[in-house]
């Protein structure tokens, strides 16, 4: 199995740029679909981004779209999200997931529930 550890976020204005982390540790986080995730308070978890088969294949969810951009090293078993141009409304806690597969669709791969490994999150909060 698979240990996942975020780190970056933090305290930031409107319009700023942060990049998040997830150290991988146990296993390559490349032999897994490896995701984002955020939940502000009171809302459900909601997926941000996906990247899967050594990165040949990522999405986003529309609201981040053009903003935020997923990547890994490989070398450093390590998962980032660039986030640029954040908004109040972007403010929430970010977990990065490992999803161990098959992969059976792009809609399955939203879903939170479907993910096997989680970190604990790190805070990102965006000011207006």
């Known amino acids: 199995q698979v240990q996942l550890v975020e780190s970056g976020g933090g305290l930031v204005q409107h319009g700023g740029s942060l990049r998040l982390s997830c150290a991988a540790s146990?296993?390559?986080?490349?032999?897994?679909?490896m995701g984002w995730f955020r939940q502000a308070p009171g809302k459900e978890r909601e997926f941000v981004a996906v990247i899967y088969r050594r990165g040949e294949f990522v999405f986003y969810a529309d609201s981040v779209k053009g903003r935020f951009t997923i990547s890994g090293d490989n070398a450093k078993n390590t998962l980032y999200l660039q986030m640029n141009n954040l908004k109040p409304v972007d403010t929430a806690v970010y977990y990065c997931?490992?999803?161990?597969?098959?992969?059976?669709?792009?809609?399955?791969?939203?879903?939170?529930?479907?993910?096997?490994?989680w970190g604990v999150g790190t805070q990102v909060t965006v000011s207006s």
């Open positions: 146990g296993r390559s986080f490349s032999d897994y679909i």
């Open positions: 997931a490992a999803d161990g597969g098959p992969y059976s669709s792009d809609f399955s791969l939203r879903l939170a529930r479907n993910y096997d490994y």
